[in-house]
């Protein structure tokens, strides 16, 4: 069975803070995506990575592929009361019948005014 | 539609209640996925449709829960004899491609707001 563990499980932090989430597998990914899920809301995708070693930045996130494709991370500068959800990986497999998304076990973050 | 609609918002039921859950997914998507998800967890993939045949039901739980596509356009997840540990939100994703192929990161999933199931 593939996991992706995400780590920290929470984060409370104040406005104006970094923070770094981190997204690990033992496993090969073929691209990895990140959502942000507010409460009673579906996931929304962020950014979708899809070589290893890769660095994308949407405004204050940077979101990096580790070279193995094993792991991801998504760090957040700056962090505002609005990107308070839940931070979810999802990554892609190779192969198979479906290429099926598996989730991590997700970061609720709290940012506080 | 323009999103991922899904019906009801929140249903509670009795242990031993038959449920059914609603999607409708954005017109023209190919793929459609259903996803568990308890309280602050990621979501658990449940069964994938490609249009309406049911490409892979690993994730379903037990033989209670049984999901149908039969036109390749609304789905439905069935849930019989409810148990407690039924309590989840149950998501429904579509897809505009299908996935027998590798995957490109133009396979983006659009969710729906999700159905909350309460088993008392």
């Known amino acids: 069975t593939q996991l992706l563990e995400q780590s920290p499980q929470f984060l409370s932090i104040q406005e104006g803070e970094n923070l770094t989430v981190y997204c690990n597998s033992s496993s090969v990914f073929s691209s990895l995506q990140w959502y942000r899920q507010e409460p009673g809301e579906g996931p929304v995708l962020l950014v979708t990575?899809?070589?290893?070693?890769e660095v994308k930045k949407l405004k204050r996130l940077t979101f990096q592929f580790g070279d193995a494709r094993k792991d991801s991370s998504l760090h957040i500068t700056a962090a505002q009361p609005g990107d308070t959800g839940l931070y979810l990986c999802a990554g892609a497999s190779y192969g198979g019948a479906t290429n099926k998304l598996i989730f991590g076990t997700g970061t609720l973050l709290a940012v506080q005014p | 539609g323009a999103g991922v609609s899904q019906s009801p918002r929140y249903k509670v039921a009795k242990r031993g209640q038959d449920v059914a859950l609603r999607c409708d997914p954005i017109?023209?998507?190919?793929?459609l996925f259903w996803y568990q998800q308890a309280l602050g967890q990621g979501p658990e993939f449940l069964t994938y449709?490609?249009?309406?045949?049911?490409?892979?039901k690993s994730g379903l739980p037990s033989d209670r829960f049984f999901a149908e596509r039969p036109e390749g356009s609304v789905s439905t997840l069935k849930i019989q004899r409810t148990q407690q540990e039924d309590s989840a939100v149950y998501l429904c994703a579509s897809s505009l491609t299908g996935v027998r192929h590798r995957f490109s990161g133009a396979n983006v999933l659009t969710f729906g707001a999700g159905s909350r199931l309460t088993v008392l």
């Open positions: 990575v899809v070589t290893g070693g």
């Open positions: 017109s023209g998507h190919v793929s």
């Open positions: 449709f490609q249009n309406e045949a049911q490409l892979d």
